[in-house]
């Protein structure tokens, strides 16, 4: 293994976030697609979560 692997690397993984429509799982979505993951989401359709 080498000095640079990075074991939460997610580039080229496919990542499921649920709850990411806010907060913390809407963070975690942006962040995986941002360094390079096929992020699928799940989020409520409630009134609450379109704030």
């Given amino acids: 293994m080498s000095a ?3 074991p939460f690397a997610v ?3 496919v990542v499921l976030v649920t ?3 806010k907060g913390m799982g809407r963070l975690y979505a ?3 697609a941002r360094e ?3 992020t699928v ?3 409520s ?3 609450s ?3």
């Fill in 4 to 6: 640079t692997h990075n």
């Fill in 11 to 13: 580039a080229g993984d």
């Fill in 19 to 21: 709850g990411a429509a």
């Fill in 30 to 32: 942006l962040r995986a």
């Fill in 36 to 38: 390079g993951a096929a």
């Fill in 41 to 43: 989401l799940f989020w």
């Fill in 45 to 47: 359709p409630m009134p």
């Fill in 49 to 51: 979560c379109r704030k």
